[in-house]
């Protein structure tokens, strides 16, 4: 436990000191201010198709860190030393993904406010979409590090981690999107569902994929 | 430390790909003693040393280990953005160790480096920051990857000196090396 938690607390360190937490943060605004300029000062419409576009934008943002979670300490030996002392790698996986959840979820939900102002949604809408994102991007930052630990012992695995990850983040999409629903309900359970899912397994597909790397 | 030290190989066999770099490699150290493990390059000399920090498993064979490991490994699993002083006390603080800190960065001397970021570090700097490490770490076997690289003769003499001052309290050395580091070896392994 004392050992996760100095895990996280180096990665938490190490994303805010070397600036990878805020490139998500900063795509994600980016995305929110390019919009009305592309579609076009429709309020109606930015406040119909804003929500979905906020939830594609938080998908991609989370694509963005995957090079920085796993292959950089792979590469300096810092996952070996762990493990020599005796930290599994499943544990290493835990620590991992509450420090990269901990950089990206709650930024990315404080950076919605001015995202959803941005597109001139509603504050029912905005409530909705916190609340999906509140479920959504634990499964979000999981996928992103389960990626990162099947794609770090590979060169140039960013265009990879994409092809790997996008596919199986759909259902994270459809159902956050259906959640801006007012009789949303059901997606938001479903949203809670597979986040859950990925979070219970990310540790186990880390450390399994770590094990392999090392083979 | 606690209870002697020990280390045994029994017919250990190395598979990396399609090749097998050895087998029926058996070694049996007890405590204060030590074993260099010579051999080409890509003879497997790293491999075992991995093999027996426990993250590479033996193909064949069994490793039979009493005592803590240290690996001091060609990676520095340093963070190259911090100062040498906080990047060692990481590790430190995992092993529970920080108090022999300050005595092993003196013995490697590294005092004066305290506050330099790791990044700037040339490579003999980074091979006694990592032997620092090992020494602190209180680990009862040492394992040290090509340890000499990059040192000069004064780096290379308080090498010598932290090896014997560690098997004269009953712990253990394994290194690979193509080169003298000082070490009058118990057994000598040649890949």
């Known amino acids: ?215 | 430390m606690s209870g002697p030290a020990r280390l045994a190989l029994h017919g250990l066999a190395c598979l990396r790909g399609d090749r097998l770099l050895f087998e029926g490699l058996d070694l049996a150290l007890g405590a204060g003693e030590s074993a260099l493990v010579t051999g080409a390059n890509g003879a497997g000399k790293s491999s075992l040393l991995r093999m027996i920090a426990g993250l590479l498993a033996p193909a064949a064979g069994r490793i039979d280990r009493v005592g803590a490991v240290a690996l001091a490994a060609e990676a520095p699993a340093l963070d190259a953005d911090r100062p040498l002083g906080r990047a060692l006390t990481f590790w430190a603080e995992l092993d529970g160790t920080s108090g022999a800190l300050p005595g092993a960065m003196a013995a490697m001397d590294l005092a004066t480096l305290t506050d330099v970021p790791v990044a700037m570090f040339s490579t003999g700097q980074r091979k006694r920051a990592v032997i620092a490490r090992t020494i602190a770490s209180g680990a009862d076997i040492w394992l040290l990857d090509e340890p000499g690289n990059g040192l000069d003769t004064a780096a290379l003499d308080r090498l010598a000196t932290a090896m014997a001052a560690h098997l004269g309290q009953g712990g253990i050395v394994v290194a690979a090396s193509h080169q003298p580091i000082g070490l009058t070896p118990t057994r000598e392994v040649r890949l």
Do not use: C
């Open chain 1, 1 to 215: 436990m004392k050992a996760m938690t100095a895990v996280a607390l180096r990665d938490l360190r190490i994303g805010w000191a070397q600036g990878g937490a805020a490139l998500p943060l900063i795509f994600y605004l980016l995305v929110a201010t390019l919009l009305p300029f592309a579609i076009g000062p429709d309020k109606a419409l930015l406040g119909r198709i804003g929500g979905g576009l906020l939830w594609t934008a938080a998908l991609l943002a989370a694509l963005l860190p995957v090079e920085r979670l796993i292959a950089p300490d792979l590469n300096s030996g810092t996952i070996d030393q762990l493990v020599v002392r005796g930290m599994s790698e499943e544990a290493i996986g835990i620590a991992k993904l509450a420090a990269h959840w901990l950089a990206f979820g709650p930024p990315l939900m404080i950076a919605t406010i001015p995202a959803a102002a941005l597109l001139g949604l509603d504050g029912a809408a905005v409530a909705r979409l916190e609340a999906g994102l509140a479920l959504g991007t634990p499964g979000l930052a999981a996928l992103a590090l389960g990626t990162a630990a099947l794609t770090g012992s590979l060169r140039g695995a960013s265009a990879l981690a994409g092809l790997v990850m996008l596919p199986i983040a759909i259902p994270l999409l459809i159902f956050g999107a259906g959640a801006l629903d007012e009789t949303g309900a059901g997606a938001m359970k479903l949203l809670a569902a597979t986040s859950l899912l990925l979070v219970a397994g990310t540790p186990f597909v880390t450390g399994a994929a770590l094990r392999a790397g090392r083979g």
